[in-house]
């Protein structure tokens, strides 16, 4: 599993073709909790941002939003996609696993998507904590997950309630947790959406 921890293990696929995750809007799921029950607005970090999609998306939605995700492709994507509409929002290449070093408690919130499902499962831990670092007290994360069922050996990396639901104990409470209404058509009934409440 090593290999997705690389920035070139993702670097590769952008370059041949590789990016089947690409929905090219922001997500469904997104889109449909913004737009009906709009978390609190503030600082909002967006982790394996991709092209950036979402975080636009959030950001047209009056959030402060910053992308992370360490390849070159897809923030330069990220970047020239938000110049060409206009839409203010900040991305960093970097390791999502860096984040805590110096932005710690720095956002209100964290919309997550396909990022959990896209790193070495055996880092999950890790990554929930640092989700966790970089939230204030009291600030929501915000999370789509998915695939609930494996259609390849991954990534995506399977994702089941249960794991979620050990995982983000130790730092967040669940408030809502619900299929989405809607998912792009080939994850539909496979996506599981999470509004969790960091510990103050
Ligand atoms: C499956 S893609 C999803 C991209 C985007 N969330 C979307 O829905 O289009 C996963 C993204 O996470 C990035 N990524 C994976 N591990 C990362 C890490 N440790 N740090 C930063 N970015 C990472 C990859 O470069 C890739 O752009």
């Not at 309630?161 to 983000?168: G, K, N, Q, T, V």
């Not at 409470?173 to 009934?189: C, D, I, K, M």
């Amino acid at each position: 599993m090593a290999r997705v921890s690389t920035p070139e293990f993702w670097e590769r696929l952008y370059a041949t073709g590789g990016d089947g995750w690409e929905l090219g809007r922001a997500a469904p799921p997104l889109v449909d909790f913004v737009e009906t029950t709009p978390p609190a607005r503030g600082r909002v970090a967006v982790p394996g941002c991709g092209r950036g999609h979402d975080a636009r998306f959030l950001a047209a939605h009056g959030y402060d939003v910053t992308g992370f995700d360490f390849s070159t492709a897809a923030v330069t994507a990220a970047r020239a996609l938000a110049r060409r509409e206009g839409v203010d929002v900040a991305f960093e290449q970097r390791d999502v696993f860096t984040l805590a070093l110096d932005h710690a408690h720095a956002f209100d919130g964290v919309w997550e998507y396909t990022c959990f499902c896209a790193i070495d499962p055996a880092r999950r831990a890790d990554y929930v904590r640092t989700m966790a670092a970089i939230l204030r007290p009291g600030g929501w994360l915000l999370a789509c997950f998915f695939p609930l069922r494996a259609q390849t050996a991954g990534p995506p990396f399977t994702v089941s309630a249960s794991e979620i639901r050990r995982l983000f104990a130790p730092a967040f409470r669940l408030e809502r947790a619900f299929p989405p209404l809607r998912s792009a058509r080939a994850r539909q009934g496979r996506e599981w959406m999470v509004l969790a409440r960091r510990h103050r």
